[in-house]
């Protein structure tokens, strides 16, 4: 079974979009535990400040999101935070989700961000929600 890292923008995705969209299929396959992922106290207060913004508050009302949060928590395998390494992707605030998946021996980090599907050499593999489907076989 594959370990992975989910950037928070992952989860942030399906919260939000259609459930046949690659982020909703990931984490239907986490939820379902076809696909194990890493999570750190520093992810799970980011994707609560995230969903917690007001331009998320038509989705994340009457405790959704808090209870999304939960879900996350309560169905990974919760570690650590990271030692981060600074200057390992183009933005540091990422650096924490590569340390975590090298830290933890993840098959991959799954990002939408830029910052981190161009980052090289890093020592983990980088997929974004479409080829995560792909490398996973969740598009069949």
Same mark, same amino acid.
């Given at each position: 079974?594959?370990?992975?890292?989910?950037?928070?923008?992952?989860?942030?995705?399906?919260?939000?979009?259609?459930?046949?969209?690659?982020?909703?299929?990931?984490?239907?396959?986490?939820?379902?535990?076809?696909?194990?992922?890493?999570?750190?106290?520093?992810?799970?207060?980011?994707? !609560?400040?995230?969903? @917690?913004?007001?331009?998320? /508050?038509?989705? +994340? %009302? *009457?405790?959704?999101?808090? $209870?999304?949060?939960?879900?996350?928590?309560?169905?990974?395998?919760?570690?650590?935070?990271?030692?981060?390494?600074?200057?390992?992707?183009?933005?540091?605030?990422?650096?924490?989700?590569? !340390?975590?998946?090298? @830290?933890?021996?993840?098959? /991959?980090?799954? +990002? %939408? *961000?830029?910052?981190?599907? $161009?980052?090289?050499?890093?020592?983990?593999?980088?997929?974004?929600?479409?080829?995560?489907?792909?490398?996973?076989?969740?598009?069949?």
């Amino acid at each position: 079974m594959s370990l992975l890292v989910f950037d928070p923008n992952v989860f942030v995705s399906a919260f939000i979009s259609p459930r046949r969209s690659a982020p909703a299929l990931l984490v239907e396959a986490f939820l379902d535990g076809r696909v194990q992922v890493l999570v750190c106290a520093c992810l799970i207060d980011e994707l !609560a400040g995230v969903l @917690a913004r007001p331009k998320f /508050a038509r989705h +994340s %009302g *009457d405790g959704r999101a808090r $209870d999304f949060v939960a879900t996350i928590s309560d169905h990974a395998i919760e570690v650590g935070d990271p030692v981060m390494a600074a200057g390992v992707t183009a933005d540091p605030d990422d650096d924490y989700l590569i !340390a975590l998946a090298r @830290a933890h021996d993840a098959q /991959a980090v799954v +990002s %939408g *961000d830029r910052h981190l599907l $161009d980052a090289t050499d890093v020592g983990v593999g980088v997929w974004s929600p479409r080829a995560a489907v792909g490398h996973l076989g969740l598009d069949t």
